[in-house]
């Protein structure tokens, strides 16, 4: 009975019994008193649970006034798959048993050992997580769409002025768990090596936004470079952006070349996705011993290079498609070498529309000027100082695109 639960749940519905039974036995099981608490809001995520016996209620604000119920999970129903795929994750919201349960209990390190075993759990996974961003997709909009409703009441009836008080806290509140859950996809920290160095920054519009940056390294001494950029911007730009990245980063996994890494993606996106969103893709791979940078662009801004004497050149480009909107798309695929002292300078299109107050966009022209001035600085100082002239360029006039900076230096020696 219990393998057949197992088989009803998504991430493990495609493997055989057989190997059902062995996942089975290096579960842990956790028994729970009723009303004791899982894990709180905010907790590290390093565990995913599925529901044996009783039933769990998902929470907001537990334990407060405004405690919310946000779900209650029954039997064969899981939770935590999150923590198995990002590392350092927190938890969004507290769980508590609702009645003695038993729950199934599998580590991020029990799931790793077995996604070595089973390579069909990742790509089950993937798909589960597509799902998931899916149905909170539609949640987010239906939740917004109710609380707008409410609020216009509220207003025009002059009553429950308390009431609208609390209600701003509360999606104040939802806004800063969906910045969070962003921020905690971007990287902490960029790889060192002894011949480049990496820089990036990124500025949403609003507090939560939809473009995306990652360097990361690679099998044989290769380092993959990311960025995109979600039409739109706000929660579901957010969520789509999610989506994009945990699909470009599991098909990067598999060694293949930009173009057919971003080929997948696209199939993964259009068979999926049910809307009219899309993301334009710069994702190349750094070859670190012959100093070539292979990438393949869906659609992207072409980038820079800074050439170690301060000139600035717009790479050669041809038309590129983006992903999400057709089944069938055609790529700008195209590889560069990087000279000693040279910068390569990848944004997306927030850094040339952004405009001052007299309605001027900063611009291209503007910044070659500005990144033939830093030839002898580090990436992160480029990037550091291209967002800092921005902002200066715009004179505190508002922001209509987020900005996302990327930056390789190959370092000179001697």
Known sequence: MTTNLLSKIPLFADLPKKELDHILAVLDVKEMKDHELLFREGDPGEHFYVVMRGELEVLMAEGKAEELLLNVLQVGEYLGEMSLMLPGGHRTASVRARG??????????QFLDLTKKYPQLSRSMVKVLSQRLDAANTQTFHELTEKNRQLQIAYDELKA?????IEKERLERELQVAADIQ?????????????????????????????????????????????????DKGIPSAIFMARAHALIMAEADTGSNAGDTLQRVNRHITRL?????????????????????????AGHEPPLILHADGTVE?????????????????????SVELPQGSTLFLFTDGLTDCRDAQGEAFGLDRIKTT??????KNAQHVCDHLLGALINYQDGSKQDDDVTLVAIRAVAKG
């Open 314 to 334: 717009r790479l050669p480009h041809s038309p590129g498609m983006a992903l999400g909107l057709w089944d069938t798309i055609t790529l700008d695929e195209r």
């Open 100 to 109: 003695d349960s038993t729950l199934l209990s599998m580590s991020r390190i």
């Open 371 to 376: 990144l033939g001035r830093l030839a002898d």
């Open 161 to 165: 002025a308390q009431a609208q008080l």
């Open 183 to 231: 921020l905690s996809i971007l990287p902490d920290e960029l790889p060192v090596l002894d011949d480049f160095d990496f820089g990036a920054r990124i500025l949403p519009a609003r507090q939560v936004g939809g473009d995306l940056y990652d360097i990361f390294l690679l099998k044989d001494g290769k380092v993959g470079v990311l960025i995109g950029d979600v039409a």
């Open 273 to 297: 996705q049910k809307s009219t969103q899309f993301v334009t893709v710069l994702y190349g791979i750094l070859d670190v011993e012959t100093r070539t940078f292979s990438y393949a662009r």
